[in-house]
């Protein structure tokens, strides 16, 4: 079973680089950030020209998350993040898809920090560790992923110096992250490739992505019962150098059935 997660960076924008992806690779889940659209304007027809289900949870112009499944209907669980009801932003969502959970999320970037958005995005990651130990008491196969802006080691990213400042980077965020995973998930591609050097995000400025200037900020976490079925794990490395591309590549997992 392969699971995938990719930041589309605007659906409608990305869209045919998006069914493009799809139909190339085949996920059995694909699970979408930053789809920037409203609930009525997701295109969730296009999806079903090639056989993919969706249930999504958008915003105007900015977040939203979307997981689709090949074949199959995705049983909506959840839709926004618990533990805080004045928040309204559309970056959390769970659905079933053959036995497996799957949460769907794009976690605040916080930054300019330290402020109230930094502050935001350290809220954020607690309600998701809330959220994430249920999980794991329930015992259920269950697979956390997607944009967590979280570079979790100097081994994730090109440039230690060049993002000592940035939101992504700051102890509280990797202690956050490291503290989720203490807990009893694993992070499927930090596992896999221990010595780093994995990207899965280049920014549009600076030639970045000429470069190679990138890290890893797109994660795969999985519950204990899905980290005894790893098969593999990795980055679409090449969707990222495409024409009209998103600034994320699609980072999977493949489990064993």
């Known amino acids: 079973m392969k699971i995938a997660s990719f930041n ?29 659209t409203q ?39 959840q839709r926004g993040l618990p533990g805080d009801d004045s928040d309204e932003q559309a970056r959390y969502l769970e659905a079933e898809v053959n036995g497996v959970r799957v949460c769907n999320l794009y976690l605040p970037n916080g930054n300019p920090q ?13 309600r998701l560790r ?5 999980h794991l008491a329930g015992e259920m196969p269950t697979v956390v992923l997607g944009d967590f802006n ?33 807990d009893g998930w694993t992070d499927a591609i930090a596992t896999l490739n221990p010595r780093g050097g994995v990207w899965t995000y280049w920014d549009y400025q600076a030639g970045a992505w ?17 980290a005894d079925r790893l098969v593999a794990a990795g980055v679409d490395k090449d969707h990222r150098g495409r024409e009209k591309a998103s600034d994320h590549a699609p980072v999977w997992v493949e489990l064993k059935d």
């Not at 969706?54 to 915003?59: K, P």
Request: glycine content about 8%.
């Open 150 to 182: 979280v570079i979790p080691g100097d081994r994730d990213v090109w440039s230690v110096r060049a993002m000592e400042n940035d939101a992504l980077m700051q102890p509280q965020s990797r202690d956050a992250y490291a503290r989720l995973l203490a």
């Open 114 to 126: 330290p402020g109230p958005k930094f502050d935001y995005k350290l809220a954020w990651m607690e």
């Open 210 to 226: 000429q470069r190679d200037h990138g890290f890893r900020i797109d994660h795969l976490l999985l519950s204990p019962d899905c």
């Open 39 to 77: 609930d009525e304007g997701f295109p969730a027809e296009e999806f079903e020209k090639i056989g993919y289900h969706a249930v999504w949870h958008g915003q105007k112009g900015f977040n939203g998350v979307a997981i689709l499944a090949d074949g199959v209907a995705p049983v909506e669980m």
């Open 8 to 36: 589309i960076n605007g659906i409608k924008a990305r869209l045919p680089r998006l069914l493009e992806w799809l139909e190339e690779t085949r996920p059995a889940v694909a699970c979408l950030q930053e789809i920037k």
């Open 130 to 134: 809330t959220r994430c130990r249920q």
